[in-house]
């Protein structure tokens, strides 16, 4: 099983980015996904869940700011995160299966 985020990087409050997890391994199409996020010095939270009926979940702190969405034709899920804040700064993990990948880093800073 693998889980391989992709699609962090560095920009600047406001803009956007879209993250990626391929996954491997399983069947991917039964399996609720979510994304995970850990701050330096902080707790990791949850972020977003997608059911494996398509069925979403956010945190408060991202509602109406980032969309996950999942292709299982190409055994992936996304997170799109549109106006970004310094305070999404973290390192992004993708989970499902029980299993989690080694994350991507968002830095959002001017």
């Known amino acids: 099983v693998q889980l391989v985020e992709s699609g962090g990087g560095l920009v600047q409050p406001g803009e956007s980015l879209r993250l990626s997890c391929a996954a491997s391994?399983?069947?991917?199409?039964?399996?609720?996904m979510s994304w995970y996020r850990q701050a330096p010095g902080k707790e990791r939270e949850l972020v977003a869940s997608?059911?494996?009926?398509?069925?979403?979940n956010y945190a408060d702190f991202v509602k109406g700011r980032f969309a996950i969405s999942r292709d299982n034709d190409k055994n992936t899920v996304y997170l799109q995160m549109n106006s970004l804040k310094p305070e999404d700064t973290a390192e992004y993990y993708c989970?499902?299966?029980?299993?989690w990948g080694r994350g991507t880093q968002v830095t959002v800073s001017s």
């Open positions: 997608i059911s494996s009926t398509g069925v979403r």
């Open positions: 989970q499902g299966y029980g299993r």
């Open positions: 391994g399983f069947t991917f199409r039964s399996y609720s």
